[in-house]
């Protein structure tokens, strides 16, 4: 939805594929085709419809596209969705361009687990391989007994991590056109229960460590060569940084920059599709952006009424006009400009997400 909304401030038009014809983009795409992202057909109809053509969402089957990518414009190309819907593939890349990540073993038995196990000690972190996302999929494990919480597991491909106790965790998002690499300010991320909760930007990592990460990313992406948007995921621990996951669309990370930056995540991706010249982004003040869950609805009033909270903070209430309320589900988020983290925290704990008695 946020992506044909920026499309449109270009003068283009969008024609989007989605299954759920309620899903938000319904609300703004110019045409609509209904469709699984397996519909061999429908992707083709999208791609000739299409003077350009992207993807918003990583498990679109990426064999289905090899064809279409050799006849259409998928801009971006196939390579980095395919090298980040496995988890295992996607950190020997990593690996392969340079980036450090935590220790990991394939395993697909209760042997592989076992072995793994005594590879890395615990506690470390069971991943099935393909389709998680907001921590689904993931078992973390303390001790013997929480193998058998893997066990259902074991019929798919998974993969056992080395746990980090990471400082914090990172975002770097990239866009890259060939000639240059842009690279968004880095924004903290805070998760409960795997899924982002918040957005801080800036960090308050040194000036070096930024740096040596956003050096590093731009290295991994030139030398995966890849075009179009990137985030990475990162854990922080002391002066090292160990590669998590990656995504090559906008990301729940990147939402902060629509008010936060002085260009965006959305419209970098969309000047890249449309081949006009990328923009370095600027963070314009400290930024805090809310994610707004199915069980956080009740707070969005809360948000809407800046005034009746007393402050001079900038609020900026995105909803997603989903349909459906799921608690868990991304509905919506707020950005707050002009907030530091210590403000939020504030602001937060005091005034939004504690339920009036
Ligand atoms: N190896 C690890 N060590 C410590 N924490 C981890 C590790 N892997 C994942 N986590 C935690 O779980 C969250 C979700 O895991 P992630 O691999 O990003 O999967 P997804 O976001 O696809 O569900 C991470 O953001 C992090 O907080
Ligand atoms: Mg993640």
Redesign the pocket.
Known sequence: MMLTEEIHNFGSKTVVLDPDNTCPCTHVADEFICASFDDYAALKELCQKSDVVTYEFENVKSHFLIDLEAKYNIKQGIRPLFDSQD?LREKENAKKHGLKT?RFFSCQSRADLDQAVKELGYPC?Y?TRTL???????VILYSDKDKDTVEPYLNVEGIV??????DL?VSVIMVRDGDKTIVFPIGK?I?KN?ILDLSIVPTKLSRDLENRLKEASVRFMESADYRGILCI?Y?VKNSDFYF??MAPRPHNSGHYTIEGCTTNQYRELVKFLLGVSLEEPKLKSPTVMKNILGQDLWMVPKFEKPNALKTDQDLYVHMYSKKETRPLRKMGHVTMTNMTEEEYKEFYERKICVADK
């Open positions: 988890r935590a972190i991943k998680g996302y907001d921590g689904h999929g993931q991590e080395e746990f980090i106790d990471f965790e991320n998760h795997g995921e854990f998590n996951e």
